[in-house]
Every structure is written in structure tokens, then in C-alpha cells.
T-cell receptor, first 114, second 111 residues
Framework: NAGVTQTPKFQVLKTGQSMTLQCAQD?????MSWYRQDPGMGLRLIHY???????DQGEVPNGYNVSRSTTEDFPLRLLSAAPSQTSVYFC?????????????FGQGTRLTVV | AQSVTQPDIHITVSEGASLELRCNYS??????LFWYVQSPGQGLQLLLK??????LVQGIKGFEAEFKRSQSSFNLRKPSVHWSDAAEYFC?????????FGKGTRLHILP
């Protein structure tokens, strides 16, 4: 199994451009999340999904959109990139049974907005 | 709101010395707690997790962690560190099917 696959691994955008970060999982997990990682800030939750067709905002949702049309895919869209969105982005697929959860992470996407 | 606190931003230890990384949580009920490690330029790898039962949890790479409810802590330990342990370590807790992270502790190893 591939687990969680994120593409691309690296991306440079100009301010105002849009793009989509892709995330796919093959573990049939219902729950998926997007995080951004910035120095000294740890990982902060952007958006999450508890199943196909259901998404919700995390701690830092502004400037990002998500959708979940299938269980496997959870793309993150930047509508108009800003330098403040320069970061490393991680997608997680989350196994859950009752209150017990465990996250499986992709390898990350390093995004630079100039 | 539930939070996870890692009081130490940086920790430096000599190779072969023992290690303890601190983690405190704030949550009313029994939390589910994790430690992840991130090597430079890499993704996150799960070291260990605590859900219930024995409060001393063994993980990979010789790490262990102890859950102490009275201190709201879940500190990570290793008896003897290796140069390859230099990395950033994250404590995390689940909340409503979301994983919430501390800000991380960067571990430096002196030869």
C-alpha cells in the first residue's frame, strides 16, 4: 500500500496565483486533515474532513479551500497565493475507532510564494 | 480548549547521555497522546502512542514515554541517545478525531 501520497513535493508560486495540493490515501480512512508547518509553530490544522462530502475548518483556514468528493482524495486549494502561505504542508489520513485515532502522514509539500 | 505544550524549544545532549523531552496537555478527560519525530526534510514518523492501560509506553528506536495524569504530562525518554536521534519531536493529542500538535522540541546531539 502506498499510504498517503502528496503531490507535488516542491512548488514555487507567484503572489496571486492559484494552485491545488493533491492528497490521496489508499487505506479507506474516513478522516483526513491538512496541516501547515512553520518554524516554531508546530503543525497547525487548516481543514479537515470526516468523510466524503463533509469538510470543516481547522485553526488556520483563511486563504484555503478543500473538498472531499471521494474517500481517497482530499485536495487543498490556494485561491490567491500570498507570501504568508509559504510553508510546508502535510496531509494526514486518520484511522479512527470510537475515540481512538491515529494519523498517517504524507511526505509533505514545500511551498514558496514569491 | 484542549492544548498540547512542549516547554522546551531546543534541547542539547551529548551522544550517549539520557534524554527527556517534556509534554503537557490540558484536557478534561483521558487524552490519547502521541509522540512523532521529524528528521530534517522528512515527514512525520510515529514513535509511540498512549490510549489506555499501562502508563509506561514503549515505542520504536528505543524511546519510551510515561503518562502521568496527576502532572498532565506525557514525557518522552531515551536512556542513551545516538547522533541519528537529532531531529524535531512533536507531542500530539487527539480531539474529536483531529490531531492537535505541540510546537515541537528540536533535539541537538553533541559528539
Amino acid at each position: 500500500n502506498a499510504g498517503v501520497t502528496q503531490t507535488p513535493k516542491f512548488q514555487v508560486l507567484k503572489t496571486g496565483q492559484s494552485m491545488t495540493l493533491q492528497c490521496a490515501q489508499d487505506m479507506n480512512h474516513e478522516y483526513m486533515s491538512w496541516y501547515r508547518q512553520d518554524p516554531g509553530m508546530g503543525l497547525r490544522l487548516i481543514h479537515y474532513s470526516v468523510g466524503a462530502g463533509i469538510t470543516d475548518q481547522g485553526e488556520v483556514p483563511n486563504g484555503y479551500n478543500v473538498s472531499r468528493s471521494t474517500t481517497e482524495d482530499f485536495p487543498l486549494r490556494l485561491l490567491s497565493a500570498a507570501p504568508s502561505q509559504t510553508s510546508v504542508y502535510f496531509c494526514a489520513s486518520i484511522w479512527s475507532r470510537g475515540a481512538v485515532t491515529e494519523a498517517f502522514f504524507g511526505q509533505g509539500t514545500r511551498l514558496t510564494v514569491v | 480548549a484542549q492544548s498540547v505544550t512542549q516547554p522546551d524549544i531546543h534541547i542539547t545532549v551529548s551522544e550517549g547521555a539520557s534524554l527527556e523531552l517534556r509534554c503537557n496537555y490540558s484536557y478534561g478527560a483521558t487524552p490519547y497522546l502521541f509522540w512523532y519525530v521529524q528528521s530534517p526534510g522528512q515527514g512525520l514518523q510515529l514513535l509511540l502512542k498512549y490510549f489506555s492501560g499501562d502508563t509506561l509506553v514503549q515505542g520504536i528506536k528505543g524511546f519510551e514515554a510515561e503518562f502521568k495524569r496527576s502532572q498532565s504530562s506525557f514525557n518522552l525518554r531515551k536512556p542513551s541517545v545516538h547522533w541519528s536521534d537529532a531531529a524535531e519531536y512533536f507531542c500530539a493529542s487527539n480531539r474529536d478525531d483531529k490531531i492537535i500538535f505541540g510546537k515541537g522540541t528540536r533535539l541537538h546531539i553533541l559528539p
